[in-house]
């Protein structure tokens, strides 16, 4: 699909579609139980919860640095442990004789009880000697397992954002949300990787939508547009698609996880076999569950949704699950373990935009039992 029919389409969507400001709540909408709230000093995106159910944050350090990047939750008491140790969490630009965190986005725990943790880095640091990184924990017991760098074709305009990892091709896949947009794919036995998709169609955001905040455009400190290129991802449930999406618009997006792997495929050829999902709520975070609905967060209006893609639809079935946003503000990052879906509220929307409302509420950590396959929603 061309830009100019996207586009078109977009302007005879968006009056009529339910991810306006005037969707009602969810009848009968289900409770979110409140796992954490974070201190001030730890603004929460990151969230990845083991196979017994211990909780694992981070807090990515792109608007100030915080007292810890990434903690582990005390089953037991709620604390905020760093992770893997004090060590990592003590930040310095010079750091010559051990391993930190410098920004960190994104977790991910697989189906082997390993901790996936994604280090973007910083543009104001020295990428040469802290460049972005992914980090393999054993998440019961903290030991590092591998560690790989980000060096060559990740430059400091990119943004390495959020990851999944599949265990049967060892192959991670990473969202590049600045710069040129695009995927990461790395080969978990070699440490090779590839940048994708950068500057196609489904690589960055589109530049005729941009991201609305209390009915008024979002906008930087600096008065420009935010513009934040692919940045959620999400595996299906047979690992056979990768969904993704850029922030700042309301497409959607899947591709075969095989022709990602396909090395002999370039940009374009890749770019042919990007599928068009349509339009819905505009979301940072996705994450999809084993009844193949996409939940994501509608970071302009405040709700959590469940999204299905029927065949032969132009447009998702898009299911209002949960709406206060006296509670749940930006869904952001997701995790679901032990059908439960884990939901952090980065609050992202008072915090960093020069028109954002004062703060009203700490950044929390929720969960939401699943509903079972087929069970029923609030259609839009």
Same mark, same amino acid.
């Given at each position: ?18 991810? $306006? ?55 037991? $008491? ?145 008065? $420009? ?153 609030? $259609?839009?």
């Amino acid at each position: 699909m061309s830009r100019t029919s996207i586009t078109r389409n977009v302007v005879a969507l968006l009056a009529g579609m339910a991810f $306006t400001s005037s969707l009602s709540l969810a009848a009968g909408q289900p409770s979110l139980e409140v796992v954490k709230r974070f201190p001030a000093d730890f603004n929460v995106i990151g969230v990845g919860v083991s196979h017994s159910g211990t909780v694992f944050a981070s807090a990515p350090a792109t608007m100030k640095r915080y007292s810890a990047s990434v903690v582990q939750l005390d089953d037991r $008491t709620g604390a905020l442990i760093p992770f893997p140790d004090a060590d990592w969490n003590r930040f310095s630009k010079d750091v010559k004789d051990r391993e930190e965190w410098v920004s960190v986005p994104a977790l991910w725990v697989d189906d082997r009880d390993h901790l996936w943790v994604l280090d973007s880095s910083l543009p104001s640091v020295d990428q040469k000697k802290l460049p972005p990184k992914l980090v393999e924990f054993d998440a019961r017991t903290g030991q590092l397992l591998r560690l790989y760098r980000f060096g060559h074709d990740i430059t400091p305009g990119d943004s390495l954002n959020d990851v999944r990892v599949d265990t049967r091709t060892r192959t991670a896949y990473i969202t590049n949300e600045w710069g040129r947009g695009g995927l990461v794919v790395l080969d978990l036995n070699t440490g090779a990787y590839r940048l994708v998709l950068a500057n196609t169609r489904s690589g960055v955001a589109d530049p005729e939508q941009h991201l609305h905040i209390y009915g008024e455009l979002a906008r930087k400190k600096d008065g $420009t547009l935010p513009v934040t290129q692919d940045d959620g991802i999400a595996l299906s449930p047979d690992r056979e698609w990768v969904y993704y999406r850029p922030l700042t618009d309301h497409h959607y997006w899947r591709i075969r996880a095989a022709d990602l792997r396909d090395a002999s495929l370039d940009d374009a050829a890749l770019s042919k076999r990007a599928e068009y999902l349509g339009q819905s709520v505009m979301s940072g975070g996705i994450e999809m569950d084993r009844c193949n609905r996409l939940w994501v967060g509608d970071i302009e209006n405040h709700g959590l949704y469940a999204l299905t893609f029927p065949p032969g639809a132009k447009q998702p079935k898009t299911d209002l699950v949960y709406r206060d946003p006296s509670v749940l503000d930006w869904a952001d990052g997701f995790a679901i373990a032990n059908d439960w879906l884990y939901i952090s509220d980065s609050r992202l929307d008072e915090l960093v935009f020069a028109n954002s409302r004062p703060l009203q509420g700490p950044t929390t950590i929720y969960r939401m039992k699943l509903p079972p396959c087929g069970g029923e929603t609030a $259609t839009r």
